[in-house]
């Protein structure tokens, strides 16, 4: 195919394989130049315990969690844990969800405990590495 003077702003078929099911990924850091952003979208069909370590970044982010039938996304069919705060807060999402997470705030463990049907999540930092710090000092 020949290259276009704005075709560079296309990022073609960016599918990879998940856990369970395939992904699709903007990278920051390699796609765009660079950019100060990156999203991670995942699908699920069984429950699995993601991150058990609290931790932070020195980004802000938002996961979305939604279900996986497109014409019925509020429909999550899934129970997740989430835990936030130095406390470790405890909060179970079981309907379609936005969680700001902003910079510096500890998070985690996070584990999608029941899954119903397959359900979706939309990694979003605005940062074009992901990083994460345990470290409880600062």
């Not at 856990?19 to 990924?25: C, D, L």
């Not at 802000?60 to 019925?72: A, C, E, N, P």
């Not at 470790?88 to 902003?102: F, G, L, R």
């Amino acid at each position: 195919m020949t290259e276009t003077k704005y075709g560079k702003y296309i990022l073609r078929n960016p599918i990879g394989k998940g856990v369970f099911a395939p992904s699709m990924t903007l990278n920051g850091e390699k796609d765009f130049g660079g950019q100060p952003l990156s999203i991670a979208w995942s699908s699920y069909t069984e429950s699995f315990d993601v991150y058990q370590d609290s931790h932070k970044h020195d980004f802000d982010q938002f996961l979305w969690f939604l279900g996986g039938d497109v014409t019925d996304v509020g429909n999550l069919g899934a129970e997740i844990e989430l835990h936030l705060g130095e406390e470790q807060e405890k909060h179970i999402i079981d309907t379609a969800s936005i969680v700001y997470i902003p910079k510096g705030m500890y998070h985690c463990p996070l584990n999608y405990k029941v899954v119903h049907k397959p359900f979706a999540v939309i990694d979003v930092f605005l940062s074009p590495t992901y990083a994460q710090r345990k470290d409880k000092s600062e």
